[in-house]
């Protein structure tokens, strides 16, 4: 058996989170035509008991970022295309947060929309480009 490193597990706490962040919402918007046969306010209902799993996981993601940066220092300082992919991956997940704080405050079914398909394509992106700081 490999020995268990504390690498090993600051990635699982990232991964896993990254897991609930992403994997969740797209997970929920597949589920929301069944939702809304079920009822006009089932939907909000369930995306907000989802929020209250879905923020706490993004925060974890942040604080496990600083220790995958804190882990990659040397990447980081001596690295300009490393440094550049990690400052495009954080403007991802900037965007990604504000935009599902935006979509959790939409009224109209038009916002929901546009910021809930945002919110995806960020995480996604922010997702992808984990994978390729992680294979650096
Ligand atoms: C929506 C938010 C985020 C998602 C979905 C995400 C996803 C990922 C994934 C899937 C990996 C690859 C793990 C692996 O294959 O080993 C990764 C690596 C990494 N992430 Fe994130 N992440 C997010 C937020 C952050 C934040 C906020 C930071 C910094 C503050 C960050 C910094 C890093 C770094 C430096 C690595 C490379 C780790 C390594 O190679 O040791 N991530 N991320």
Redesign the pocket.
């Known amino acids: 058996m490999l020995s268990v490193t504390v ?1 090993d597990l ?2 699982f706490l ?2 896993l ?2 897991t609930l ?2 994997g969740g919402q797209l997970t929920l918007a597949g589920l929301v035509p069944v939702l809304r046969k079920a009822g006009a306010d089932v939907p909000r209902a369930v995306a907000r008991q989802f929020n209250r799993i879905a923020w706490p996981a ?1 925060g974890v ?2 604080i ?3 220790w ?2 804190t ?2 220092q040397h990447a980081v300082d001596h690295n300009s295309h490393y440094r550049a992919t ?1 400052w495009a ?2 403007g ?2 900037a965007l ?2 504000i935009a599902a704080y935006l979509h959790a405050r939409a009224t109209s079914r038009k916002g929901l929309a546009i910021w809930g398909a945002a919110t995806g394509l960020f ?1 996604l992106a ?2 992808f ?3 390729v ?4």
């Open positions: 690498d600051r990635l990232h991964v989170a990254a962040w992403v993004f993601l942040i496990t970022g600083i995958n940066i882990a990659n990690l991956k954080l991802f997940v990604s947060g995480a922010s997702l480009m984990g994978i700081l992680a294979e650096a």
